[in-house]
């Protein structure tokens, strides 16, 4: 039973400011990066031929990757979250290796990997995926960095799905696979577009690989356009230039709205339902 008394109150007004506190943190930086730049500041970037190319070039590879991550994480969660097995710790601690890693140091690792002398690099190229200063290069740091959230969170979604429905649907006909796909994916569906979001969230912020692996991205499929470099790059080479911070926070704005409007709009996809599981063996 809730404490009526003033005394009660002190714990919520407590934890309403310690988290205004941090709200504002979050915030605040934002709103004096917007003013810093200015309408004309904001124009000048948003239209500036490279680096819209560079935006383009950061979608197109955070994509690639995501679908990498969800092809390849999203088993590994449902294994991890739905089977005991020999050496499962094990594989939970490798999942969580990427996030305790300094990025510069996965940039110098992946780079001694697939060195374009070296005989894992050679052998991916002659594949044609070439890494090194390739989009390849770039989605394999994005992939890196990124793929632990969708694992992390498939395995926590997988883990929340009730198994008494899993069995009602087995007893009513369901093959493993029907259940799978009628039941448990539909239900985890929420927690895996969670960590895709994630992922994509993580891969465009990310800059220290870039700058070791793909720093200069050459043309080369599937990215057919002029030479540049992510976003993130793009963003330090402006602040690293003669022009200075201007320009650089004028295009930090450009790549804040873009993330903020793709974030918002997997948002009001939720809102919409779309992963509200409809049909099924359960229906």
């Known amino acids: 039973m809730t404490d009526p008394s003033p005394r009660g109150a002190v714990g919520p007004v407590v934890a309403a400011l310690l988290g205004a506190s941090l709200l504002a943190l979050f915030v605040l930086p934002l709103v004096v990066l917007f003013l810093y730049v200015g309408w004309d500041g904001f124009v000048g970037a948003a239209s500036n031929a490279g680096f ?3 935006i383009r070039f950061t979608l197109l590879a955070s994509g690639i990757a995501v679908g990498l ?20 710790t094990l594989v939970e601690s490798i999942v969580l290796i990427p996030v305790v890693i300094p990025h510069l140091v996965v940039g110098i690792a992946l780079l001694l990997l697939f060195a374009p002398d070296g005989p894992v690099g050679q052998f991916a190229a002659r594949l044609g995926f070439p890494v090194f200063d390739a989009i390849w290069g770039v989605v394999l740091v994005m992939l890196y960095v990124g793929a632990s959230y969708v694992v992390l969170s498939s395995q926590l979604a997988f883990g929340a799905v009730d198994p008494e429905v899993v069995d009602s649907a087995r007893s ?36 220290g690989g870039f ?73």
């Open 52 to 54: 819209l190319t560079s």
């Open 69 to 88: 991550g969800l092809l390849t994480g999203v088993p590994l969660g449902y294994l991890l979250a739905r089977y005991r097995f020999r050496g499962r």
């Open 172 to 207: 009513l006909g369901a093959s493993p696979g029907e259940a799978f796909a009628t039941v448990i994916l539909p239900q985890s569906a929420r927690g895996i577009a969670t960590g895709a979001l994630l992922m994509w969230a993580r891969g465009v912020s990310e800059i």
């Open 211 to 283: 700058l070791i692996l793909a720093y200069s991205i050459a043309p080369s499929a599937p990215w057919f356009g002029p030479t540049t470099s992510p976003a993130s790059v793009y963003i330090w080479d402006l602040y690293q230039s003669s022009a200075g911070l201007e320009p650089a926070a004028a295009a930090s704005c450009v790549l804040v709205l873009v993330a903020l409007a793709i974030f918002l709009a997997v948002r009001l996809l939720d809102r919409t339902g779309l992963y509200t599981p409809h049909g099924g063996w359960l229906s």
